[in-house]
């Protein structure tokens, strides 16, 4: 996924009216008149176009002298470049344009070039994958520093990677798990850390209880309409674990949960939203867990192959290093310009990045005020992903798996996963940095976060051997200027209800992708896949070429799913407050009871 940077809202030049000389290589000239008075001068050099049937592009190319327009010429430039008449816009007309290509815009434009249309993809970066990215070294072999996990319910990109040839494995948690709490380790086995205070059981058990439930009444495609959306969605998940939860460890494990899964502060999210979210993912225990759930596998080879492979298949159709700046559909055709001054036209564009990001964008007409609003109100979420690299599993020596759930507010990392290759080789761990301590730790060197975080695997595992890594990789998301951050876009209080119900809805012949606007696991590589393919299939509808949008994904046969059930004491223990009030009632009983007893016994005497 990408987007672009932000460039002055200038792309195209006055024609002449007559045909310009050329040159002894066929390269058109066009020269503007002399500047005078509030006019600029442009110079255009258009390349001839390439003959019916080479495959080839008709890109123009234009130098731009930015800095020598002043205000009044830039209004002049802008009443140029909303007439078609006079627009210096010429060449092949593409079905589609894709804007931005990570797994979601890839995905778009796999599906339509399936059905014959003739889709460009625009990608901002030197590289496609947006937020997965997979590096390699000799150090690494290949190591995913952005989105990696995919497990059971995730169909359609284990349906997607299957066809692509690739192979998953899973996530290693043989082993015992580690929570490091108050400066003590407790190895589990499990998703969620065993609890021996009754109190603080009763706590827990009632906090995934309530918040499964108050999921159940989010519709996953219109969480806005829940019979509870404008209450929930006044306050944040804070206010909404304060209210939940009795015990202060319910209350610090409950925060980091919300750390852990959208990469932000509990008093910066909606609670309407964070429930949707997890629901969407299938609940508390699956959006948490390996084993069957959302981090049960990766890819052999990496999650960037996707995109990669996509790319294979589409060919020229790709276009890297294309920041696209302007986009124009005030007339038959769409008019999109990129940061290199190439300009390109299509009947219909797929925006496939995340929605703040496309206020780097122009667009004529301008987007409406809904969308405009929105887009500027959808922060991303803040991480740094860390792989230390080390001789050998250590860990494993003491029966751990290389999983630490870290509930300490001096540690850099609050989670961590093995990240050993499948046949055993370059023994690491991944580590995330996030929310607050992410923006926080990017002020320090690279070598100072590796030296912290030895330093904290260290005093968790127990072992001195954490200390030596041979080995450190790490990507900070929040300094990528083309994703804004990671994993995902969350919103703030009172965002969904006024504005959350356009963030699908197209604007005139731009249509939108992207894994916040899924509906089934947004946020990860599955929810990118779904909105790649809606906004694609709301195309293929439009251009007569289908007409089924709503197809059912089927059970993926190779990571079937294990259907998520929880105990009678799990479903019926009560929450603290239902605690007190049995023991108040029932106290108050006693005593009832035990006064009409000495009342009948006075009375008999």
């Given at each position: ?5 932000v ?49 080839e ?8 002298p ?98 692509l ?11 015992r ?144 290093s ?8 005030s ?39 809904e ?40 540690a850099?990392?609050?989670?961590t ?32 976060r ?18 030596h ?108 407050p ?28």
């Open positions: 996924m990408s987007t672009q940077r460039m002055p809202s200038v792309s195209r030049m006055p024609m002449e009216a007559s045909d310009p000389p050329r040159d002894s290589r066929g390269v058109s000239v066009q020269v503007s008149a002399p500047p005078s008075g509030r006019d600029a001068a442009w110079q255009s050099v258009d390349e001839l176009a390439p003959p019916p049937g080479s495959g592009e008709w890109v123009e190319e234009r130098s731009a930015w800095a020598s327009l002043s205000l009044s010429s830039w209004e002049t430039v802008n009443q140029s470049m909303a007439s078609r008449e006079k627009a210096s816009v010429s060449g092949h007309l593409f079905d589609v344009v894709v804007i931005g290509g990570g797994i979601s815009g890839l995905s778009a434009a796999k599906l339509l070039a399936e059905h014959e249309v003739d889709v460009l993809v625009l990608e901002a970066r030197d590289r496609v994958g947006g937020r997965t990215y997979t590096i390699r070294n000799k150090h690494v072999d290949y190591v995913d520093v952005g989105g990696a996990y995919v497990g059971p319910t995730q169909n359609r990109i284990l349906r997607l990677s299957k066809e040839g690739l192979k998953t494995y899973k996530v290693n948690v043989n082993e798990v580690v929570q490091y709490v108050k400066g003590k380790t407790y190895p589990f086995r499990g998703a969620f850390p065993p609890v021996w205070n009754p109190i603080a059981y009763l706590d827990y058990n009632n906090l995934w209880r309530t918040m499964d439930n108050m999921g159940k009444e989010i519709p996953a495609d219109a969480p806005w309409d829940a019979p509870h959306a404008e209450e929930w969605d006044r306050i944040t998940m804070k206010e909404l674990i304060d209210k939940i939860c009795w015990t202060q460890t319910a209350r610090r494990f409950a925060s980091l949960f919300v750390n852990i899964n959208v990469t932000s502060e509990p008093h910066e999210v909606s609670a309407l939203w964070f429930l949707w979210y997890v629901k969407q993912c299938g609940g508390t225990t699956r959006i948490f867990s390996v084993t069957n759930g959302g981090q049960e596998r990766k890819f052999v080879g990496g999650s960037g192959q996707v995109s990669e492979r996509i790319m294979e298949r589409l060919g020229g159709r790709v276009k890297l294309h920041p696209v700046t302007f986009v124009d559909q007339g038959d055709n769409i008019i999109i310009q990129t940061l290199n001054n190439e300009t390109y036209q299509c009947k219909y564009v797929i925006s496939a990045i995340p929605p703040t990001l496309t206020s780097k964008i122009h667009f004529i007409p301008e987007l409406p005020c969308r405009n609003q929105l887009v500027q109100r959808l922060p991303m979420g803040a991480i740094i992903k860390c792989m230390m690299y080390y001789k050998e599993a250590f860990w494993k020596k003491k029966d751990y798996c290389g999983c630490m759930i870290i509930e300490d507010e001096e850099p990392i609050a989670i996963l093995d990240d050993t290759k499948p046949d055993g080789s370059l023994p690491s761990i991944m580590g995330f940095i996030l929310a607050r301590k992410a923006i926080h730790l990017a002020k320090l060197q690279k070598d100072q590796k030296k912290i975080i030895c330093e904290l695997y260290s005093k968790v595992l127990g072992s001195e051997e954490a200390l890594p041979v080995h450190y990789e790490e990507k900070n998301w929040c300094e990528e200027q083309y994703s804004g951050g990671c994993y995902t876009a969350y919103f703030p209080p009172g965002i969904m209800t006024r504005y959350g119900r356009i963030i699908r809805e197209p604007v005139d012949r731009i249509h939108f992708a992207g894994t916040e606007t899924a509906t089934h696991w947004s946020g990860y590589m599955e929810g990118a896949v779904e909105a790649g393919e809606r906004a694609a299939r709301s195309i293929l509808n439009a251009l007569g070429k289908e007409t089924n949008q709503d197809i059912e994904e089927p059970e993926s046969e190779d990571v079937p799913a294990i259907e998520i059930t929880h105990t009678f004491w799990e479903r019926n223990l009560p929450s603290v239902g605690l007190l009030k049995l023991i108040g009632f029932s106290t108050s009983v006693s005593a009832l009871c035990f006064v009409v007893y000495k009342c009948r016994l006075l009375e008999r005497s």
